[in-house]
Nanobody
Framework: QVQLVESGGGLVQAGGSLRLSCVAS????????RGWYRQAPGKQRELVAV???????TYADSVKGRLTISEDNAKNTVYLQMNSLKPEDTAVYYC????????????WGRGTQVTVSS
């Protein structure tokens, strides 16, 4: 059974930092494109950052220069380092794994809440 488990969310003041972790079990995480998404109340889920199988990264314009996605393949884990946080970063952050071989394999974590106070 595949599981993605996020941790590291919490309440932080504007300008502060958090590091989110996502540990995968049941899959070799590095064989997937791995991403972080977020969903704020009343808004659609949006892509924050993605790291490919090859290690290349892509970021939403709104987080460039502040959030960094990274991987530790030995631990089957991806991270999201979040610096210079803003109130508009408040959301539930979800971990995602995606792969297409003959058919699509896609998995989501349950999310971790990040709240940034002004």
């Amino acid at each position: 059974q595949v599981q993605l488990v996020e941790s590291g969310g919490g309440l932080v003041q504007a300008g502060g930092s958090l590091r989110l972790s996502c540990v995968a079990s049941g899959i070799t995480f590095s064989n997937y494109a791995r991403g972080w998404y977020r969903q704020a109340p009343g808004k659609q889920r949006e892509l924050v950052a993605v790291i490919s199988k090859g290690g290349s990264t892509t970021y939403a314009d709104s987080v460039k220069g502040r959030l960094t996605i990274s991987e530790d393949n030995a631990k089957n884990t991806v991270y999201l380092q979040m610096n210079s946080l803003k109130p508009e970063d408040t959301a539930v952050y979800y971990c995602h794994a995606d792969r297409y071989i003959i058919r699509r394999y896609e998995y989501w974590g349950r999310g971790t809440q990040v709240t940034v106070s002004s």
